[in-house]
């Protein structure tokens, strides 16, 4: 007995196939599910250059091994080739959806090849089908799911479902898997359209039972009570990720009008105060998470009255927010859910129409490419125009859709410095510099620029890290806190936890619930080491794509144009900076100069003989 269903789902839609196959005992003993399974069947399957629009390219939904039974706040992944940064790319998502693929019976569901026409994938309990999507194409995503969940007369369907943006396969469209829950960044939903796969759709009931149901009860048990003794925890429940808006305004890590500034007057606007005071009614929660992060509501004056919405996370209230000069968070609610709708990513949305009012105010682009109108910050309209001229691949929208990356290229004339990226990503919602450690982060997510993959502002602002002091401005000793964090989250992105559950829950208490629901055996050290060898995984993966040292780097706007004024003013983060960083860290996880895992490494691991996955 264990908590693992003991099957991953094959199909394929080329030949609108569906096999169910063993797990591997294998991949679950050195991968353990989530982005561990996803990491070592990306490399294992999928041929090195594949274009990650073509239909060989594998699209994965992951949950982990303790998704869907009662252990607090946990989720799912989508793991897959990113169109927009060519690397290894997993985006994580709440809600349901993660929870029905076991009930469905699955530890993962593997989807390779295109479909002919649009189609969804619709698997109820053991039965799988490759149906038309022809009444949902062309539809938006909260639209699509209404009309399939009509088509099969049941409102209880769990989907995971692409809009307009994914069929057009802009770069960063995103995979919306419940109202406001999203696999949103690095473009899964492009990879979807690019499969003609409108939405997979789960109804299962099968139950997921733990290896020791008794022993796992008591570690649930003390989850939830290091959760509710916490205190960021109940900041969460009461305030949301927006609680971040004035930590990072003070701090002056707050992207503004396109991280040219790191504070903005409007903050105000912004945070978990003006959301209450706007709109929220009351929490709402993924499934079997007491947390509750979000914050169900409707506009209550204004021109958005009657608009129903949900909390405004951090990272969307500041790149659609603060970044765009937009200090109306009603109607920053509202761009985000047409982000929400059209299906693309908030997140690089924000950075890519910051880069584009930067471009058009230093003549890159033109008014005869915006049908006349001025592209400016502080300006509802102007992100308005740009997302729906994304979404629809229209004119200057199509010159956009790849990211800010391959539109600076395409536009030339110095436009890489209004860039913000990291290998292709737009970059999260924390300007790194005046926290270097945060900038070595950025420049080493294996996605790209992604604050989730290590989070040093934490230990930089607050001065300690493990009981050891820790200098804000110093760039010794950064990289052994970011490998560090890097392992650690790599490790519970396999389980998969919620990021914000893991403030609260202690690695021990991780361990515990991994081996009363698997029956292996885990302790701290183990669970570090699982971690060391995905992150490992997903670099050979990099590599092999022809990532180099010189992909580790960090964008002008953080290297050469240092913050304007505040206390932290004259900061930036220099190249000459950020070798030191990457010396440093390169040697603590004992890569080369070139930043290559060592043959003795990959023996450490376990890497170097591992069986290949056929
Ligand atoms: S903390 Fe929020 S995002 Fe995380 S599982 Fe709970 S409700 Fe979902």
Redesign the pocket.
């Known amino acids: 007995m264990s908590a693992y269903m003991g099957k991953l789902l094959y199909v394929d839609l080329n030949k609108g196939t569906a096999t169910e196959m063993p797990l591997d005992p294998q991949l679950a003993e050195n991968f353990v599910g989530g982005k561990g399974f996803g990491a070592k069947i990306l490399y294992d399957l999928l041929p090195a250059g594949c274009d990650p629009l073509s239909p060989q390219n594998i699209l994965m939904f992951m949950p982990g091994p303790i998704t869907g039974t009662l252990a607090?706040?946990?989720?799912g992944c989508v793991v897959t080739k990113s169109p927009l940064t060519n690397t290894f790319a997993d985006s994580y998502f709440?809600?349901h959806f993660a929870q029905e693929i076991r009930f469905c019976g699955y530890d993962g569901i593997v989807i390779t090849g295109a479909a002919a026409e649009p189609s969804y994938l619709w698997i109820d309990e053991g039965k799988v089908e490759v149906r038309s999507a022809e009444g949902a194409w062309g539809l938006d995503t909260f639209a699509a799911v209404e009309k399939i969940r009509e088509e099969l007369g049941d409102i209880s369907v769990k989907t995971a479902c692409i809009g307009p943006a994914g069929e057009k396969m802009v770069s960063f469209a995103l995979i919306n898997c419940e109202y406001n829950?999203h696999a949103g960044r690095a473009g899964t939903g492009a990879v979807m359209g690019s499969k003609n796969l409108k939405a997979v759709v789960l109804r299962g009931s099968k139950p997921v039972i733990p290896a020791d149901a008794e022993a796992f009860s008591a570690a649930v048990d003390q989850a939830y009570k290091e959760l509710a003794e916490d205190e960021t925890?109940a900041s969460?429940t009461t305030d949301?990720t927006p609680a971040s808006i004035d930590f990072a305004n003070d701090e002056q890590l707050l992207p503004t009008n396109n991280y040219t500034d790191g504070a903005f007057e409007g903050a105000g606007g912004l945070n978990a105060e003006a959301q209450r005071k706007h709109f929220w009614l009351r929490n709402?929660?993924?499934?079997?998470?007491?947390?509750?992060?979000?914050k169900v509501g409707i506009i209550k004056r204004g021109r958005r009255k009657g608009l129903v919405t949900d909390v405004v996370e951090y990272e969307t209230a500041a790149m659609v927010g603060s970044n765009l000069g937009i200090k109306d968070i009603r109607e920053v609610s509202y761009l985000v859910k047409k982000c929400d709708a059209l299906g693309l990513d908030g997140m690089s949305a924000g950075g890519v129409i910051g880069f584009a009012i930067e471009a058009f105010q230093n003549g890159l682009i033109t008014a005869e490419q915006t049908g006349g109108l001025e592209l400016k910050f502080g300006d509802t309209a102007t992100a308005e125009y740009l997302l729906d001229a994304i979404a629809a691949r229209e004119g200057l929208g199509d010159l956009l859709a790849g990211g800010v990356k391959q539109a600076a290229a395409r536009l030339g004339g110095g436009a890489d410095q209004y860039a913000v990226h990291v290998k292709g990503l737009e970059s999260p919602a924390w300007g790194p510099r005046s926290v270097p450690g945060m900038g070595l982060a950025l420049a080493t997510a294996d996605r790209g620029g992604c604050h989730q993959r290590a989070f040093p502002i934490l230990y930089e602002v607050g001065g300690e890290w493990n009981g050891v002091e820790v200098d804000r401005a110093a760039l010794k000793g950064k990289g052994e806190i970011v490998a560090h964090l890097q392992n650690y989250l790599a490790a519970l992105d396999t389980l998969v936890k919620?990021?914000?559950?893991a403030y609260g829950i202690r690695d021990a208490t991780y361990c515990r619930l991994l081996e009363t629901a698997t029956g292996g055996s885990w302790d701290v050290e183990k669970l570090m080491a699982l971690g060391e060898r995905i992150w490992n995984q997903v670099r050979l993966f990099n590599l092999r794509e022809g990532f180099t040292r010189a992909d580790d780097t960090l964008p002008k706007r953080f290297t050469e144009q240092p913050l304007p004024e505040g206390p932290f003013a004259g900061q930036m983060i220099t190249l000459q900076d950020l070798d030191r960083m990457l010396d440093e860290y390169y040697a603590v996880r004992g890569w080369d100069e070139e930043g290559k895992p060592t043959e003795e490494k990959l023996k450490q691991l376990g890497l170097d003989q591992m069986p290949k996955l056929v």
């Open positions: 607090p706040a946990n989720r709440g809600g829950r925890i969460f949301g709402v929660a993924c499934a079997g998470c007491p947390i509750a992060c979000g919620c990021d914000f559950a």
